[in-house]
């Protein structure tokens, strides 16, 4: 489960433009987006997989069962995981995908019995475009008239425009507050403190909860930006 036999690891890393292409054509003409920069981060994967055998596990392994460490381990081993931006001068990390492959690996570990992150309360939810629907749909997030209208006309932001930081960082931080008032609930009515309920839970119920209730949310618009942090 954890690892590719190295012929597989190799050919990811070695996979051409031109066969990637093939492999996801779509069934009419419009050509998959983002095509080059797809190319660049399954090779780069891969390359680095080969470094370890074709192991996850093995990549993983590095990180000493430690959610601050593996995604730092992540992020200094993959350059398409760096998912940072300048916010008023300031650089501001997301990580979102070195995150959620933090979060999975927890996730397949804990059902095979072999869980053993102490600290997965490091991890904050993985910020992209579905969960700040549900939280605007749920009131625990506002966004002001000229976003939602600016939303609402389909207008593409830019990666790392102010508009698109803000509402992956306010994401955040509306789960922490979530996070922290659940953990107050909980130690009201057991009159102890758990830490059992994480950022990373609430997200895993977030998005599917998007997903399901789609057709009640329509009318929320998600935020366009072409990006390979998401």
Same mark, same amino acid.
């Given at each position: 489960? #954890?690892?590719?036999? !190295?012929?597989?690891? @190799?050919? #990811?890393?070695?996979? @051409?433009?031109?066969?990637? &292409? +093939?492999?996801?054509?779509?069934?009419?003409?419009?050509?998959?987006?983002?095509?080059?920069?797809?190319?660049?981060?399954?090779?780069?994967?891969?390359?680095?997989?080969?470094?370890?055998?074709? @192991?996850?596990?093995?990549?993983?392994? &590095?990180?000493?069962?430690d959610?601050?460490?593996?995604? &730092? $381990?992540?992020?200094?081993?993959l350059?398409?995981?760096?998912?940072e931006?300048?916010?008023?001068? /300031? &650089?501001?990390?997301?990580?979102?995908?070195a995150?959620?492959?933090?979060?999975? #690996?927890?996730?397949?570990?804990?059902?095979?019995?072999e869980?053993?992150i102490?600290?997965?309360?490091?991890?904050?939810?993985?910020?992209?475009?579905?969960?700040?629907?549900?939280?605007?749909?749920?009131?625990?997030?506002?966004?002001?008239?000229?976003?939602?209208?600016?939303? /609402?006309?389909? !207008?593409?932001?830019?990666?790392?425009?102010?508009?698109?930081?803000? !509402?992956?960082?306010?994401?955040?931080?509306?789960?922490?507050?979530? /996070?922290?008032?659940?953990?107050?609930?909980?130690?009201?009515?057991?009159?102890?403190?758990?830490?059992?309920?994480? @950022?990373?839970?609430i997200? #895993?119920?977030?998005?599917?909860?998007? /997903?399901? +209730? $789609?057709?009640?949310?329509?009318?929320?618009?998600? +935020?366009?930006?072409?990006? !390979?942090?998401?």
């Amino acid at each position: 489960m #954890f690892g590719l036999p !190295i012929t597989d690891a @190799s050919y #990811f890393a070695s996979i @051409s433009l031109e066969e990637l &292409k +093939h492999v996801l054509r779509s069934d009419n003409d419009t050509p998959m987006p983002m095509l080059g920069e797809r190319h660049r981060a399954l090779t780069e994967a891969g390359a680095v997989l080969l470094r370890y055998g074709g @192991s996850l596990r093995d990549f993983m392994r &590095k990180g000493n069962n430690d959610a601050e460490q593996l995604v &730092k $381990h992540i992020v200094e081993s993959l350059p398409s995981y760096r998912d940072e931006a300048t916010f008023e001068g /300031k &650089k501001v990390a997301f990580y979102k995908r070195a995150q959620i492959l933090v979060a999975d #690996f927890w996730g397949i570990m804990e059902a095979q019995g072999e869980a053993n992150i102490p600290n997965l309360n490091y991890l904050t939810m993985f910020a992209d475009y579905r969960v700040p629907q549900a939280l605007v749909h749920l009131g625990a997030l506002r966004y002001s008239d000229a976003l939602m209208n600016t939303l /609402k006309e389909g !207008i593409v932001l830019p990666p790392g425009d102010r508009r698109e930081v803000e !509402i992956r960082g306010c994401s955040i931080w509306c789960v922490e507050r979530i /996070k922290a008032h659940l953990w107050s609930l909980i130690e009201q009515r057991d009159g102890k403190r758990s830490e059992e309920i994480n @950022s990373a839970i609430i997200d #895993f119920f977030l998005w599917p909860y998007a /997903k399901e +209730h $789609h057709m009640e949310m329509a009318h929320i618009p998600i +935020h366009h930006t072409r990006t !390979i942090y998401y």
